[in-house]
């Protein structure tokens, strides 16, 4: 993989990428430069890098999330949490915050399509060979994902008003 | 739809630090030729000297437990006899002729194919003389009576230089 690559797919991928594996586990940060650079020792490109980003970062995200726990179990403290968005400028229409907190509520296999294809910009072809399963049922449960997004962030006033 | 999620897609995820990434992307990227050849050599040696020191302390051990103890032990070793050389002026002269080799020793063995009637018969003749005496002796021949009388001590003589004895042994008396 030549430097043009990596940038690229860093560019492209990291902010997606961290979404992603925030969903699972508070080091979201650490799993995602973990997966960047294992994909550089690499022997080999992938034939699909984007597929194989997301099921690594999600691999090393849940056995980080386990990882966590059972600190959190021992030592009673956990990591610092970060926000998922960055905040948006004045004039947006939704909250970052209360789109957080939407997405949060979600089921994980719907929050997990949500973000794969709405901000790492796979189809659901993709997101079916990364993740498993057909793309139908992942476009069902990106559906009704998004559903329940509007309808949640629709009906309640922005978190950032309410203080 | 799609303007929800279009408005859901223009919020930005938060990130790490991109350049931090990209640094170690391309430290990673680097593949170092015989990764494990510097590691497997110091491996070795450490075991080597590991070894060695395992062994130097056996030996110390092993030194110290001995005690010194002389044993003797007796051997009985067998040797070729060699006969002994003399110097060559040492060597004794065998004198060129004696009277026993003349007439050689009924006992001393012989070549077979050296022996001849005259000595078989001579032999004989030297152990019944032994034996008997003088009268065992066969009659001497006849002599022409051309020819002068042998006389006693003619034979006496004889006989004894034939014998390789004295008289007194033949038990011959003097006339």
Redesign the interface.
Known sequence: MNANDATYLLDRYQAALTLYARQFCLAAEDVVQEVFVSLCQQSTMPANPAGWLFRATRNRAISQRRAEQRRQKHEGQSAERREWFEKPQEGFTLDAQSAEQALQQLPEEQREVIIAHLWGGMTFEEIAQALGGSAATHWRRYTNGISSLRQTLESAPPISQKH | ?QE??K????????????D???F??????V?PVNRWLWPSVSLVFAMIALGLGIALYWVSVREKEVVPQIIYVDRIISVPATPPTLPPSVTPQQPESTPTEKYPSPWVKRDPQDVNPMTIRYQQIYRELLRFGIDALPQAPLYESTASPVSSSVIRQDLSEWLGVSPKELGIRKQ
């Open positions: 739809m929800f999620e408005k859901l897609q223009a919020l930005v995820p938060t990130t790490g630090q991109r931090q990434v990209l170690l992307m391309g430290q990673a990227s593949k």
